[in-house]
C-alpha cells in the first residue's frame, strides 16, 4: 500500500466571503500540489474541500498521514462525526450540523484509506502547512483576478 503525507488548508477572505483551499501530495520524490476557490463560502468548508479534493486524488487506497491547522477538520472526522450521525446529523445541542454535505464527502474519501490525522500550528513555520496556506490564498487571488 503506497503511503502519502498530505497538507491541507482552507482560507477566506471575509467569513463568508470568497474563499480557496490548498493541498500539497507527498509520496517519496513525488510531489503534486492542487487548489481551488469558491466566491461565496466559509473557512471551515475550505478546511473540509481540501481534505476531501486531496483524498479524491488519490486513485487507490493508500496509507495517509494527514496535517491540517483545523481542529474542526480534525476533531470533527475523529470524534465529532459518530455522534453527529447517531443523533440523526443533530448537534449535542440538537441543532443541525453545519456543513453536513461535506462531511458526508469526506467520510466516503476517508472509508478509502488507512488515515493518521494530525493536527499542527497554521502559521508557525511548518513547510507542508505554509505550502497549503500559499496554494488557498493564490486560488482566492486567481478567484479575484477572474482567473
Known amino acids: 500500500m503506497s503511503e502519502v503525507e498530505i497538507y491541507t488548508d482552507g482560507a477566506c477572505r471575509g467569513n463568508p466571503g470568497p474563499g480557496g483551499w490548498g493541498a500539497l501530495l507527498v509520496s517519496g520524490e513525488r510531489r503534486r500540489e492542487m487548489r481551488g476557490a469558491e466566491s461565496n463560502t466559509t473557512n471551515n468548508r475550505m478546511e473540509l474541500a481540501a481534505a476531501i479534493e486531496a483524498l479524491a486524488a488519490l486513485k487507490r487506497p493508500c496509507r495517509v498521514r494527514l496535517y491540517t491547522d483545523s481542529q474542526y477538520l480534525r476533531k470533527g472526522i475523529t470524534e465529532w462525526l459518530p455522534q ?12 443541525p450540523v453545519k456543513n453536513s454535505d461535506l462531511w458526508l464527502a469526506l467520510e466516503r474519501q476517508v472509508a478509502r484509506h488507512t488515515i493518521e490525522w494530525h493536527w499542527v500550528r497554521g502559521h508557525s ?23
Not at 505554509?130 to 478567484?143: E, F, G
Open 125 to 147: 513555520g511548518h513547510p507542508g502547512n505554509d505550502a497549503a496556506d500559499a496554494l488557498a490564498n493564490q486560488a482566492i487571488d486567481d478567484l479575484l483576478a477572474g482567473g
Open 84 to 95: 453527529w450521525k447517531a443523533r440523526g446529523w443533530k448537534t449535542a445541542d440538537r441543532k
